[in-house]
């Protein structure tokens, strides 16, 4: 099938976990061009945040935690439990990161701007290029994180003479579908998060049995890591990059392609 086949999107499909839907949602309704049909929003979460008991690996991290340290956080939701565990102003470092805008503005609403925040890319590659000139020998840099993540930015600071120690403050899970699943082609999925590429596969096994199933569905995601990722848990349908995960770059994206579709099935005479 070409994209001149496919249907029009008629679903869009936002998977953040319950209660970070929000913006995305209020960005595609702000975007939305003149004169393009509005195609039903719906949430569908792909991935439940539990915060672990009495804080996880965070309040040994913070009786050892001196001010020289530099503190990482990976999220928004990584900043939000980590300050209900201790406010972030009572916290010793002096330093904070984050990975993206969005993290970033979660660190200032607890009253700790981030000291580094990445320009380029908003993920790990984009942090350690902010970072390129800040001296690590011997300095502990925590990351503030969930129970798994990424390796990269804790490889390449420790490369560069830092001791770099994961903090994790809440796990993972895929959360109970939200029966009816919207699936085909008529869909499109913004996924935002690559390991919600797992919980994806993982409600296809559960509701695939259509001619036209979840895995024939359309889905925008953030970067290369997540299309492979995507392809790789047997995603059959177009996918395609959006080139961040802020809400404003998501809704220009998943407009675009609804423009597109709605063009390339238009009649021609």
Do not use: K
């Not at 496919?6 to 949602?25: D, K, M």
């Amino acid at each position: 099938m070409t994209d001149r086949d496919l249907p029009p999107i008629r679903e869009v499909v936002l998977t953040r976990p319950a209660g970070s839907n929000a913006g995305l949602r209020e960005a595609l309704i702000a975007a939305r061009p003149l004169g393009l049909p509005e195609p039903t929003l719906i949430t569908q979460p792909l991935l439940a945040i539990q915060p672990l008991r009495d804080g996880g690996e965070l309040p040994a991290a913070l009786s050892a935690m001196d001010s020289g340290d530099l503190v990482v956080f990976v999220s928004p939701r990584a900043v939000e439990l980590a300050d209900a565990v201790r406010p972030l102003v009572d916290w010793p470092a002096r330093e904070f990161a984050a990975v993206g805008a969005a993290t970033g503005r979660a660190l200032a609403g607890a009253g700790r701007p981030a000291t580094f925040l990445p320009n380029s890319s908003e993920d790990s590659e984009g942090l350690l290029e902010c970072l390129r000139d800040v001296p690590m020998s011997g300095r502990r840099v925590w990351i503030i994180r969930g129970e798994t993540g990424r390796e990269l930015l804790a490889e390449a600071l420790a490369a560069r003479g830092a001791e770099p120690r994961f903090v994790a403050v809440y796990r993972r899970a895929c959360p109970e579908p939200r029966p009816p699943v919207p699936a085909g082609p008529a869909c499109l999925w913004i996924i935002t998060a690559p390991q919600a590429l797992d919980c994806f596969a993982r409600l296809a096994g559960e509701t695939d049995g259509s001619e036209s199933g979840l895995l024939d569905s359309n889905l925008l995601v953030i970067n290369e890591r997540a299309h492979d990722r995507a392809r790789a848990v047997g995603v059959r349908g177009p996918i395609l990059l959006a080139g961040g995960p802020g809400a404003e770059t998501l809704a220009r994206a998943a407009w675009e392609v609804i423009a597109g579709r709605q063009s390339s099935s238009s009649p021609r005479h």
